[in-house]
Structure formats: C-alpha cells, structure tokens
Nanobody, 126 residues
C-alpha cells in the first residue's frame, strides 16, 4: 500500500522558518517527481514547489520563490520543503504528492500527481 506522509508543520511567527518533510513508501515503481501544494481556508489548492527525480530540477510558485527551497533525499523517496521568511499569507494546510509520470511542466499541476498525503498545518502569526 502506497503511503505519503508529511510532517513538520506548526505555528511560527512571521519572519520565522519551518521545515516540512514528506516520505513516500510502498511504491514498486520509480517516482517521476514530488511536489508541495497548499490550501488556505476558503481558497483553492495551489502549487508551491516541485522537484523532478531524474535530475533534481526544481520549480516554485512566484509567491514563494526566494523564500522556500525544495530538496530530496537521494537514497529515499523523501522530499523536504525549507520555508524561510514566512508570512501570514503562507498559512495553509500543506500537502505533499508523488507523481509517477509526467513532463517537467506538468509537475506544476495538481492532477499530474498520483498519490497525496493527508496534509500538515502551517500557521504563521503576525
């Protein structure tokens, strides 16, 4: 059974940092890429960051570029999201997802992903 599990969310003051982790297990095929999405109350889910497994090419939403960094554990199906200079607008449930297929630009789109985690809450206070 495939599982995608996020951890590392919490409450932080504006300007602070958090590091999210995500591990995908139970896969018997290779991952094409993994990504982070978020959903704030009353808003639609939005893309945050992605990393392609073959060459670690990364991509970011404009709203987090320069503040967030996505990285991967080379030997494990694990991805991290380092979030710096957090703003109240970053408050959301953050979801991790794994894609088994897709092109580079498709990793920016939610329906490309095959498996999703349950989400972890990130709250940034002003």
């Amino acid at each position: 059974q495939v599982q995608v599990v996020e951890s590392g969310g919490g409450l932080v003051q504006a300007g602070g940092s958090l590091r999210l982790s995500c591990a995908a297990s139970g896969l018997d095929v290779s991952i094409y890429g993994m990504g982070w999405f978020r959903q704030a109350p009353g808003k639609e889910r939005e893309f945050v960051a992605t990393i392609r497994w073959s060459d670690s090419t990364t991509g970011y939403a404009d709203s987090v570029k320069g503040r967030f960094t996505i990285s991967r554990e080379n030997t494990k199906n694990t991805v991290y999201l380092q979030m710096n200079s957090l703003e109240p607008e970053d408050t959301a449930v953050y979801y991790c997802a794994a894609a088994l297929t897709g092109g580079r630009w498709r990793l920016y789109v939610g329906n490309t992903y095959d498996y999703w985690g349950q989400g972890t809450q990130v709250t940034v206070s002003s």
